[in-house]
């Protein structure tokens, strides 16, 4: 198999998991922010909620997502294979195990979350 296929689909695969993590991380604070002012019930809230999220991107875009970019300008920047930003590049010096890096929020909270229940 393609190595570049095999890194795009992994790519996709961790997008994928974090906009889930993400989406449901979300929607509780604002069903809990709902429930908890007393706005709404609980069913009320989850209806509510679930369908603004769905409709939320069909009817708001990609306005902010176009207007972020805009402000961005990458073209002086010198192209970087796709597994240098994920792997650490070792000097030779240090020993072995101390590049690893610390795991990504995402995924410690993923593990704090996962650990309380």
């Not at 190595?3 to 906009?19: E, G, K, N, P």
């Not at 604002?30 to 999220?53: C, D, H, K, N, Y």
């Not at 690893?100 to 929020?105: L, M, N, R, T």
Request: glycine share 8%.
């Amino acid at each position: 198999m393609d190595s570049l296929l095999v890194i795009a689909a992994a790519t996709v695969i961790v997008l994928v998991v974090f906009d889930y993590t993400n989406g449901f991380h979300d929607a509780s604070n604002i069903i809990a922010t709902a429930i908890a002012s007393r706005a709404m019930t609980p069913l009320q809230a989850v209806l509510v909620v679930g369908l603004f999220e769905f409709l939320g991107p069909l009817l708001g875009g990609t306005a902010v997502a176009d207007t972020i970019g805009s402000f961005v300008d990458i073209s002086a920047l010198p192209p970087l294979p796709a597994m240098a930003i994920i792997l650490p590049q070792s000097s030779g010096t240090s020993s072995p195990g101390t590049t690893a890096s610390p795991p990504p929020p995402r995924m410690r909270w993923l593990a704090d979350w996962w650990g309380r229940y």
